[in-house]
């Protein structure tokens, strides 16, 4: 700073000179002027220098803004530190917030959880291979209503009463760790307990759905074997009915071949096989038993095919071309009888018949069937013995016995009046089957089942 040094002011003569001082030790300190910022310094008089009094007073002002100067930079510093220290205490506190925000999203989500874990209660009920899981969830869900009304802890702002230093973050941390981990556990563990009593649920579901599909499997086995059962005996009873028929008419058989002479060997075995299907005849098995019932039906068919076919191979032997003793070679087939014989008729007649049943089948739906057709001489007899004379044509007699005429079940619909026989009779002569006026209603022999050929 500028300093004034002015002379005296005063008109008298100048003082004598001061005696001289002895030297005065060095002061540390600056004088109470100089200290004050006084600019007021005495005149210069003799002894002292002028350069030394001069430079005091800045010396005094440089060491007055040093210190000026490093007390800013000391509260420079301060402040400076202050905000580092208050910058890293809210990247802290985020943390903490973070927490907290996830406890509070794990207990705002409880409350779903309660709903979906108390509806797995209550559709569980009595349905759970593990009791102690619905125990389980049950203690879950209490503790789960209790934590969903917890308040979070409160964070205060870095800076503030709670959070201004370091220390008071590691405890407020640990708080909302502990708070945001226990929501968040009691989340985890509720929905694991409900998945638990979900899965044993529907482990029960399954269970019993497999314990019906078992049971409703043995129902349908044992429902399978039932009918099995029951078309296995009833297999049995028809196919016994048959070979009872074979074994009667094999008597006929060999009766009539023995009055012809036939041959010796070809008589003997029908008479062996007539023997083995009266054994088959005699034979039982358990009725209950599926096996044994189905072992005798197939025992008893097998006989009757074997006197069938034997008792063809003897009317072989004596087949001259007459009626009643055709030979099979020169027949066609047309179905099956009653009693499980094969049915044959002249070919012409044959071919003409399955034309006739095919317009039939188309017209009415249903198959044309024949019951009877070509009668050898020994089943003419048979039918003599059975129906007598009237009913029947004489042996040798028959139409029948040409392999040109057949009967047709009654069953089936052929009665006077019915579609079926008012259809074949009129339809008939359109492919030479014709119904003869002796079998028409007031012929004199009325049978409506009864048709001939006629070419």
Same mark, same amino acid.
């Given at each position: ?31 109470? *002027? ?14 002292? #220098? ?32 202050? &905000?580092?220290?208050?910058?890293? @205490?809210?990247?802290? #506190? ?15 989500? %409880?409350?779903? +959880?309660? &709903? ?12 759970? /291979?593990?009791?102690? !899981? ?28 709670? %959070?201004?230093?370091?220390?008071? /973050? ?19 563990? !509720? ?16 269970? #019993? ?12 086995? &044992? ?11 009833? =297999?049995?009873?028809?196919? =016994?009915?048959? !070979? ?31 023997? &083995? ?12 038993? /599926? ?31 007459? $009626?009643?003793? !055709?030979?099979?070679?020169? /027949? ?9 014989? $094969?049915?044959? @008729? ?17 017209? %009415? ?14 089943? +003419? ?17 028959? $139409? ?21 026989? *008012?259809?074949?009779?009129? $339809? ?23 048709? *001939?050929?006629?070419?």
């Amino acid at each position: 700073m500028p300093i004034n040094v002015e002379p005296s002011t005063s008109s008298g003569p100048s003082p004598a000179p001061a005696p001289a001082e002895a030297p005065k030790p060095a002061r540390s300190a600056p004088t109470p *002027e100089v200290a004050s910022g006084r600019a007021d310094i005495p005149p210069l008089g003799p002894g002292r #220098r002028p350069d030394g009094g001069s430079m005091r007073p800045l010396f005094v002002f440089l060491i007055a803004a040093a210190a000026a100067l490093t007390g800013s930079i000391v509260f420079a510093l301060v402040h400076t530190g202050n &905000e580092r220290e208050l910058e890293q @205490l809210n990247d802290a #506190r985020a943390d903490v917030v973070q927490a907290v925000d996830e406890g509070r999203a794990a207990q705002d989500g %409880l409350a779903a +959880q309660i &709903e979906a874990a108390e509806n797995a209660l209550a559709a569980s009920k009595g349905k759970v /291979l593990d009791g102690a !899981l619905r125990a389980e969830l049950a203690g879950h869900v209490a503790a789960a209503k209790e934590l969903g009304d917890t308040a979070p802890p409160s964070i205060p702002e870095a800076g503030a009463a709670g %959070l201004e230093a370091p220390a008071d /973050l590691d405890a407020l941390e640990a708080q909302a760790t502990e708070w945001s981990m226990t929501m968040q556990t009691a989340s985890t563990t !509720l929905t694991a307990a409900t998945e638990d009593v979900q899965d044993s649920f529907r482990q029960w579901q399954q269970q #019993r759905k497999d314990a019906q599909a078992g049971a409703d499997a043995a129902a349908d086995q &044992e429902a399978d074997a039932a009918a099995q059962l029951t078309e296995a005996q009833s =297999t049995l009873s028809s196919v =016994t009915a048959q !070979l009872k028929i074979s074994v009667r008419d094999s008597k006929y058989t060999l009766d009539w071949a023995a009055g012809l002479k036939a041959p010796t060997a070809e008589r003997k075995a029908l008479m062996t096989d007539r023997t &083995e299907g009266e054994a088959a005849l005699a034979a039982r098995a358990d009725a209950n038993d /599926l096996q044994a019932v189905q072992g005798l039906a197939e025992q008893r068919e097998a006989a009757r095919v074997a006197i069938e076919g034997a008792a063809w191979a003897v009317r072989a032997t004596v087949a001259d071309g007459s $009626n009643g003793r !055709l030979a099979q070679k020169d /027949l066609c087939k047309v179905g099956v009888g009653p009693e499980g014989q $094969n049915q044959y @008729l002249r070919c012409d007649a044959a071919e003409d018949w399955k034309r006739l049943g095919a317009a039939f089948e188309a017209e %009415l739906g249903k198959p044309l069937r024949v019951e009877y057709g070509y009668r050898p001489y020994d089943w +003419q007899l048979q039918a003599m013995d059975e129906f007598g004379a009237g009913q029947v044509a004489a042996p040798g007699t028959s $139409n029948h016995g040409w392999a040109a005429a057949v009967d047709v079940p009654v069953d089936d619909g052929f009665r006077f009046g019915q579609p079926e026989y *008012e259809w074949l009779a009129a $339809n008939g002569p359109k492919y030479g089957w014709e119904h003869p006026d002796w079998a028409r209603a007031g012929g004199g022999r009325e049978e409506p089942w009864h048709f *001939e050929y006629t070419g």
